[in-house]
């Protein structure tokens, strides 16, 4: 075995970084193809969600099969190689069985112990099954990764050392002194997308007591379906479908609003959320002034952002702050009326049409069909994870701070989308309250470990010893099959012999002769070759194998062609009538 993986997560990686790298589902189809297609990898999988990037790979060769993966990840995810270097982590052999484990229990996650990575897991196999770039390695690993993960949560309380990701940000946004359903109770909610998250996001919403949920999605049907599925929940809550036209209007009524789609742009910009504020908090259209600044410094506020009154007639002066130039304010009045986007926090930010996906980015391929899934099972599925390991590269977080707490908050945002669906700039606005990812990174980093952590890594520990000495003892598998072939070929011979010089046996003591000479044959193999496997399966055990095939002399091509009808058929592996 010399499985290589070679990854970025939002433990090694900021946010920023994370939302370039992000993959779309062709990207990782020409990933897996181009890695297949590189010298060292015989074999790969990739494991894309919305907090890491992995590439897994069979590889001949280490340092230029970490070589070959760290340019290949960079040429897809279209971030420059020396920029995401940094960010990389790389894992080998038994260091990188270990890693996928602890990913697939939930260890590596944001909020530890949630259970979808399993799923984003699974497809990922099943498309490196699709596409043929799986091979014996790859399927016995995921394969196996699937089953400790399952054996985690069904052995120990690892569900409970976490929440769901919708349920932490929920709790984010309401504060650390108000509980989540007595801030959500009798509240209107938004929902935008209608994906795997978006639909957990739903479910939780209805779970904790909000009195109406609107679900906005590019594709009618689907928002249609998650407001049936709601409506059948019995929680009671009102819930109703838009289209994406309508997310402007329904946010000047709403309280809350969940985000989570594929939208390669933002779908929510600052203006948006501070013309929806408002409207919504006064039928006046002048901007709404914060507690404890004068009009006039309200008015200086807004000039800076770019957001002027929009109540003004089109051909009015824009009001000149005091101590601000008339030039400078008219052109960041100028690019308000024309949609444009000011300068946050010293970097320039553009907007892209918001091309939304059917749902979250842990599925952009399509996969979270939610034909037939009620409430409840749309809250266990999409419980997520999925934090990698929280470095000392990540930059610091600017501008997190709101203008209001949970409680008090006009209006409560959640960006659960990578790429970012919220224009992290209506942090500035008053009366608004953003948590999104990499906030929700931030929060997690100090949350308190259950005990059952420990039982989990003890598993994972025990599962990674087993899989290491199973692929071990596996590797020797096709000499040991081709010295038995080999004894059966000289048996065979022998008994042609002995019917060239004894010609009268009958048919019953050809038989009888025969079969003692096999019984022979075998009682002088089964000792060695049990305890070669033995001693395969050990650490540095593959020598054995070499030495076997030096010992009888066994014929190269004989073994390989033994491998390669494995590797085309790994479900073999687990036939327990195969000859040992």
Not at 32 to 51: G, I, K, R, W
Not at 240 to 245: G, L, N
Not at 439 to 458: G, I, Q
């Amino acid at each position: 075995m010399s499985l290589l993986v070679v990854g970025l997560s939002h433990r090694s990686a900021p946010v920023s970084v994370l939302e370039r790298a992000s993959l779309a589902a062709d990207a990782k189809v020409k990933l897996l193809h181009d890695t297949l297609a590189a010298e060292p990898a015989t074999e790969a999988a990739v494991l894309a969600t919305c907090n890491r990037i992995e590439l897994y790979a069979d590889v001949d060769k280490f340092h230029a099969g970490v070589a070959e993966l760290s340019t290949l990840l960079a040429q897809h995810s279209g971030v420059a190689l020396e920029e995401l270097t940094p960010y990389l982590y790389v894992h080998y052999e038994d260091r990188a069985v270990h890693h996928l484990f602890s990913v697939a229990c939930g260890l590596d996650s944001m909020v530890v112990g949630e259970g979808q990575i399993l799923g984003q897991i699974k497809d990922a196999l099943a498309l490196g099954q699709e596409l043929h770039t799986a091979g014996r390695l790859i399927n016995d690993l995921f394969q196996q990764a699937l089953r400790v993960g399952k054996r985690a949560h069904s052995e120990t309380g690892i569900d409970r050392a976490g929440q769901s990701l919708v349920t932490f940000g929920l709790e984010q946004l309401a504060g650390a002194r108000v509980p989540v359903g007595e801030w959500a109770a009798g509240k209107r909610a938004l929902v935008i997308g209608a994906g795997s998250m978006s639909s957990l996001a739903a479910a939780t919403l209805a779970r904790v007591g909000v009195a109406e949920i609107v679900v906005a999605n590019r594709t009618g049907e689907r928002a249609e379906r998650l407001v049936e599925i709601l409506v059948a929940s019995g929680t009671g809550v009102a819930a109703r479908a838009i289209s994406m036209a309508g997310v402007a209007d329904e946010l000047t009524r709403v309280d809350v609003v969940v985000s989570c789609t594929g939208a390669t742009g933002l779908v929510l910009t600052a203006d948006d959320v501070l013309a929806a504020v408002s409207r919504g908090s006064d039928p006046d259209p002048a901007p709404h002034t914060p507690a404890g600044l004068v009009p006039a410094a309200a008015a200086d506020v807004a000039a800076a952002e770019g957001l002027e009154d929009r109540g003004s007639a089109p051909d009015s002066a824009p009001h000149t702050p005091a101590g601000l130039d008339a030039a400078v304010v008219a052109k960041l009045v100028a690019a308000a009326r024309a949609g444009g986007r000011l300068a946050d926090a010293g970097a320039a930010r553009t907007i892209a049409a918001p091309v939304e996906a059917d749902g979250c980015p842990v599925g952009p391929d399509g996969r979270a069909a939610l034909t037939g899934v009620d409430a409840n099972s749309l809250e266990l599925h999409g419980t997520w994870a999925d934090q990698g390991e929280a470095a000392a590269q990540r930059q610091p977080r600017r501008g997190t701070r709101t203008h209001a707490d949970g409680p008090s908050a006009r209006l409560a945002l959640l960006d659960l989308a990578m790429p970012r669906d919220i224009d992290a700039a209506v942090h500035r606005i008053p009366g608004v309250r953003l948590v999104d990812i990499e906030s929700l990174a931030e929060a997690s980093a100090d949350a308190p470990m259950a005990a059952d952590v420990d039982a989990v890594r003890t598993i994972v520990t025990g599962e990674v010893a087993a899989f290491g000495a199973a692929q071990r003892a596996a590797h020797i598998t096709p000499t040991v099959v081709a010295l038995r072939a080999m004894a059966a070929e000289v048996v065979a011979m022998e008994v042609a012999r002995l019917d060239g010089r004894l010609p009268d046996l009958d048919e019953r003591q050809r038989a009888e002769v025969t079969q003692t000479v096999r019984r022979v044959v075998d009682k002088l193999l089964h000792a060695p070759t049990v305890r070669v496997k033995q001693l395969a399966s050990e650490p540095g055990g593959a020598g054995y194998a070499e030495a076997l095939r030096e010992l009888f002399d066994l014929d190269p091509q004989t073994v390989a062609s033994v491998s390669r009808a494995d590797a085309a058929d790994p479900i073999n592996d687990d036939d327990p009538g195969r000859a040992s």
